[in-house]
């Protein structure tokens, strides 16, 4: 059975920046194309990063970019986002989430995912 397992998240001023983490177990982490979605308060589930199985190809959305890294590191089973130069759009619930099948295309589609995390909070105070 998989899970997913995030942490890190918190309270932070905005230009401040925060890391999180997201381990996988119970199957092949190299084989899974992972990705980071974020919620917003009152809003929808919305992508912020992913990077593809095996080596790796990440992929942001454009609110992000620049700002945020995703990277995984296959040994260890994890994938972290380290989010920098944080601001009060940022705020949401942070979803790790997981698949072993999806495409490149639908790396952006939280619908493409089979797993999920229960998510971590960030805040970011202006």
């Known amino acids: 059975q998989v899970q997913l397992v995030e942490s890190g998240g918190g309270l932070v001023q905005a230009g401040g920046s925060l890391r999180l983490s997201c381990s996988l177990s119970g199957r092949t982490f190299r084989g899974f194309t992972m990705a980071w979605f974020r919620q917003p308060p009152g809003s929808e589930r919305e992508f912020v990063a992913g990077i593809f199985r095996g080596s790796g190809n990440p992929k942001y959305a454009d609110s992000v970019k620049g700002r945020f890294i995703i990277s995984r590191d296959n040994a260890k089973n994890t994938m972290e986002l380290q989010m920098n130069n944080l601001n009060a759009a940022d705020t949401g619930v942070y979803f790790c989430?997981?698949?072993?099948?999806?495409?490149?295309?639908?790396?952006?589609?939280?619908?493409?995912?089979?797993?999920w995390g229960q998510g971590t909070q960030v805040t970011v105070s202006s």
């Open positions: 989430a997981g698949d072993s099948t999806l495409i490149l295309s639908s790396m952006f589609d939280s619908r493409a995912y089979d797993y």
